[in-house]
């Protein structure tokens, strides 16, 4: 079992920045992938960006590429993700996401633990 704590959300103005992390604990954190979701009210949870087991691989949501950074440090067993150039089409509970394999990947279905969450509200 993997237990992952999401923190770091909160209210900025567009054009603002946030840093979120993702602390886990429970079973090995440094062989897996982790990934960052997002979903809006009424919306469908949507891939923000994922990194590889190691780090070495990251992938990124169009909405998100240029502005967005994912990174980890295993030995921390933390997660990162800095967000620049926030824009009101950001704001979302953004989730924490965990899976066994080392291979980053988009969709939700391969990932086996999820966090509660952090709300980002970006105001205009």
């Known amino acids: 079992q993997v237990q992952l704590v999401e923190s770091g959300g909160g209210l900025v103005q567009a054009g603002g920045s946030l840093r979120l992390s993702c602390a886990a604990s429970g079973r090995s954190f440094s062989t897996g992938a982790m990934a960052w979701f997002r979903q809006a009210p009424g919306k469908e949870r949507e891939f923000v960006s994922a990194v590889s087991s190691g780090g070495g691989n990251r992938n990124y949501a169009d909405s998100v590429k240029g502005r967005f950074t994912i990174s980890r440090d295993n030995a921390k067993n933390t997660v990162y993700l800095q967000m620049n150039s926030l824009n009101p089409a950001d704001t979302a509970a953004y989730h924490c996401?965990?899976?066994?394999?080392?291979?980053?990947?988009?969709?939700?279905?391969?990932?086996?633990?999820w966090g509660q969450g952090t709300q980002v509200t970006v105001s205009s």
């Open positions: 996401a965990a899976r066994a394999s080392p291979i980053a990947t988009m969709g939700p279905g391969s990932y086996d633990y």
